[in-house]
């Protein structure tokens, strides 16, 4: 029997998405949180929200939340701990060279731990985007790197009921960030040693570092069941263009799809798209009717037959498994 | 009605493949021209072959090349001259410092254009692969396009019903090369202007130059019917690695796909596929087995259904049109 | 005798940057534009500035730049028309699919040619960066190109005493953007067939989409003359990341800067840059010492000698030669 | 005072190069072991080579090298083990999917840990370039993942006074390797966990899989001073082009040479350069005399001062110190 699919959004994809060009957005829309929740829960194959908190959430707005989510009937399947959006966070956050910084980022996590058991959310994201560096001769990475652990065991421990998923990313918005790559953060997960921190695969992210995407989650089960939660979208491959899932790349979807089962993967499967351009709502559901249909596909052929021809390793038979799943 | 599609293949496919790190190639094998031939003659969808033919071909070798293409009922649907193998073209060939070598490549073009009528073959493909720089200070840019252009119209003069397909390519085996995207390409085409000189689109070679491909034929097209030929196969975006075709990029093959309908493409689909270490006959089986399905996935849906969702721009109405190409 | 260098800058260096994560921009500081001009006039090097221009901006605006650029003795080098910062430009401007959009952006180039006139510059920056697509099947490709064209035409015949100089992107904001490259930008230029057009190379632009900026401004010589402008800045070659001058690429610039002169370009050094994190006014300084370190660095040396070692072809003179202009 | 720096170079530097278009190499010669190191020896500031060595090497050609090594005075710095350039390694080496290929390899690599003795060297190179895949569906992950600790636990057991530098590389000869980045072979190390296995850091590779070479450098120090070992050239950040040092990337090399020293690395500064088209020994001698140009403008600058301007995190100062140790 298959396993049931759950489906999660970044619920930013509803609302207006801008660029440093167009830095008021591209769609002259200004939605409260609200109508972000009933855009959620106009699409029937969404069951959970995901939220991206900025540290000085009032109260107030934790309740609101609450009460939303009851409301419109959705789980908040992980909460992204802004460090990164704010002047303040501009060169860096956990690896700040300015010690209140440090303190102000992690603070700023604990807080949202505390604020994740509030709205049955067990789940934080941690993407220091803005912990890199952009010129040369500009960083001590000695330094930096040994800020990155220290900060992240001490919110680890801080409570070992919620967990951290670190979200790697090559670049942007610095030219360079620190927690880069799959490997990289496989490492860093290594030093940090903490039961309740592991890895939120943004597959994009994974794209474009040219990683293949079902390498990348079989590589955290590898290191002990590591793989927290996804993120997916599609990209070109140079950049995280945050696109609709299925845009550019089917047969890379198909495997990383397949994987995802062959792993037991029994987390959420969130999308964080930036439809720029797009209705938000169509935006989402298409990708989810994309989802299903690859899923679909995949179930339709025995795995027995899939793990025989991944097995011989003869890439005729990979891409005439490809084909049938696609074509008939 | 749909248009009926002509398959060939660059012949090399069949036999074995080399790279700098295993120069005797993945295979051992070292089969006979006349094994190749063979090989083609298998493949039920294949009517024709491209040879990579040397300036120094013996005339009994291209006799033996007539016997062997009636023997196997096989068209020569393409010469690419090798400008491009021997050691005396690797600082350039057409563009060479040298103004022998220069003539050396001039004259076996216009060899070929002899040697391609004695075949029943009215097209070459010059891939002017060696014709850049490496370094910086190491080339005089304005020199060497001028000579490019000379030469090719020279060319072009000899024979005016030989038609000369320019195919560029980004780099490798320079770091440079000079004609190296289909925009300069179709600017140095404007410069040579000549009848019988058009475009060879190796859609490996728009993939890995970010070029999207039905956009790189449209060009052609929108520059007088200047698409004389395609080699066709498929890779990451980052390099030529000559895959299997559909191995990685299905909606844009989908989208090329069409876009040859459109544009009236009634030219041959060629693979330029190099299966290092996989079974030549497999290989190429299985990559016209894609292209196939997918020309059979386009022309299953309206072309005035798809024309009403390229004119409305709806980045999610074209993805919705990709899934129901591919999933029912 | 060397020609005198005038360095001019896109004025917004001077104020705040933003991005899509951090909309509000890394400084928090929100100057006027006297403030922007008169940092500007701090910078003894620079003689000019260039501005971006809503085509919405009123009367009032002009007459106030026009004092401005009196008062702090500064020239205006060239306007970049906005076609790209609004969201009604978010699908495309001169190639939008709607045709009252394609005559806003007509009329608003059109004006600013009266507006340049008005402020004694004779050049507008044209950089069609929101005509592209980012999704398959969502373009039709031959209207798009033949739009651009045609737009092109119409504002070039408006007033043939004001230059329109055309600059190339090969993607950002759209995934893929139409005038992408020195090839395709030359190729549509011969297309547009009109005296006062001609190209703008960013450096920045060349470098991320694999060009040699030393090729691309001896293609523009080879056009006729074609190159009108520079933006000049620095990136890591895969993405525009509109860094100071110098922190990535010397050897490339100092091939550059040695081709200008050879060319004989006689227009502006103007500086395009995102100084998101730092000071502008250093950022800016900073860039102008390094570009005039390295024009002196190229001066050193001989003329004839350095055609002597491009003629030769030998990288490894050519790598000396870099040796020297760099270490004594 | 400041550290003596060793140079050395892989020799086939002074042999010919081949690429997949011109298999017979570029240059037309054929050179004799004795050759090479005789012109190895001609170069002054060179102490040591290293060697690439087939797994069958007879053991009169172990002699014959030591023969070769003491009469030219030259140290043997490291040995490539042969994992990759014959068709049987096509397919994995110590990944293999077939036990007997794996096998061949683990013996292959004690062997050499046995003839490295012989040869008073005593660091290996590990380079899996063919352990990886080509295509989606091809490959078990987590099997191969294992083989691949095992394996090296193994050989690292087997001489625990001989090193083993693992070197990693993102693609080619497969479009995938394993041991793709600094980051993987860190977790990889850590997995392994034996005192005689670190890294070899070709910086060439570092580069091409958008790591920065110092932050590289740094992360080995912070795993344990695992850096065992520089592979050092230059490329343009896309394949691994093997350059000559200094043709593209000087402000990344300036910084990496000034971690080197940071970091208190004693090692070798070995070349590794593939001059297709140069004269093999020009090309070493001027890379050399880059490197110690870039070495020497280093140490003219206070570390002191360089320490402060790194902890500023001030990119205009950091791009100020580049322009000092290049232009004064």
């Known amino acids: 029997m298959e396993q049931e699919i759950k489906f999660s959004v970044v619920i930013g994809a509803f609302g207006d998405q801008a660029d440093r060009f167009c830095l008021d957005g591209y769609k002259n829309i200004n939605k409260t949180l609200e109508q972000l929740f009933i855009d959620a829960s106009k699409i029937k194959d969404l069951s959970g929200v995901e939220l991206v908190g900025n540290i000085d959430m009032p109260d107030k707005e934790v309740q609101d939340i609450k009460r939303l989510k009851e409301k419109y009937n959705l789980d908040i399947t992980c909460i992204v701990v802004d460090i990164f959006t704010r002047a303040y966070w501009g060169r860096g956050s956990i690896t700040?060279?300015?010690?209140?910084?440090?303190?102000?980022?992690?603070?700023?996590?604990?807080?949202?731990?505390?604020?994740?058991?509030?709205?049955?959310?067990?789940?934080?994201?941690?993407?220091?985007?803005?912990?890199?560096?952009?010129?040369?001769?500009?960083?001590?990475?000695?330094?930096?790197?040994?800020?990155?652990?220290?900060?992240?065991?001490?919110?680890?421990d801080y409570r070992i009921n919620v967990k951290i998923g670190l979200e790697f990313k090559i670049k942007e918005p610095r030219t360079h960030c620190y927690m880069s790559s799959i490997?990289?953060?496989?490492?860093?997960?290594?030093?940090?040693?903490?039961?309740?921190?592991?890895?939120?695969?943004?597959?994009?992210?994974?794209?474009?570092?040219?990683?293949?995407?079902?390498?990348?989650?079989?590589?955290?089960?590898?290191?002990?069941?590591?793989?927290?939660?996804?993120?997916?979208?599609?990209?070109?491959?140079?950049?995280?263009?945050?696109?609709?899932?299925?845009?550019?790349?089917?047969?890379?979807?198909?495997?990383?799809?397949?994987?995802?089962?062959?792993?037991?993967?029994?987390?959420?499967?969130?999308?964080?798209i930036f439809p720029y351009r797009e209705d938000g709502i169509k935006a989402v559901n298409e990708s989810i009717q994309m989802l299903k249909s690859m899923i679909s596909a995949i179930n339709n052929i025995d795995k027995e037959e899939i793990?025989?021809?991944?097995?011989?390793?003869?890439?005729?038979?990979?891409?005439?498994?490809?084909?049938?799943?696609?074509?008939?």
Chains 1, 2, 3, 4 share one sequence.
């Open 96 to 156: 700040s060279k300015d010690k209140s910084v440090r303190q102000r980022a992690i603070d700023g996590i604990k807080r949202y731990m505390d604020i994740a058991k509030e709205l049955d959310c067990n789940l934080l994201d941690i993407w220091p985007g803005q912990d890199g560096y952009d010129y040369y001769f500009q960083s001590d990475y000695l330094k930096d790197i040994k800020n990155m652990v220290l900060g992240l065991k001490e919110c680890a």
């Open 307 to 328: 793990e025989n021809i991944i097995s011989s390793g003869d890439a005729t038979k990979a891409l005439a498994l490809i084909r049938r799943m696609l074509f008939k």
């Open 183 to 272: 490997g990289k953060t496989l490492f860093l997960l290594d030093k940090i040693n903490k039961e309740n921190v592991g890895i939120i695969v943004d597959v994009g992210h994974s794209l474009f570092a040219y990683e293949n995407m079902a390498e990348t989650v079989a590589l955290c089960k590898y290191a002990g069941n590591k793989l927290f939660h996804l993120h997916l979208n599609d990209n070109y491959g140079y950049w995280d263009d945050d696109m609709m899932i299925g845009s550019v790349h089917i047969p890379e979807y198909l495997e990383l799809l397949y994987w995802l089962k062959k792993i037991d993967y029994s987390g959420w499967y969130s999308l964080d």
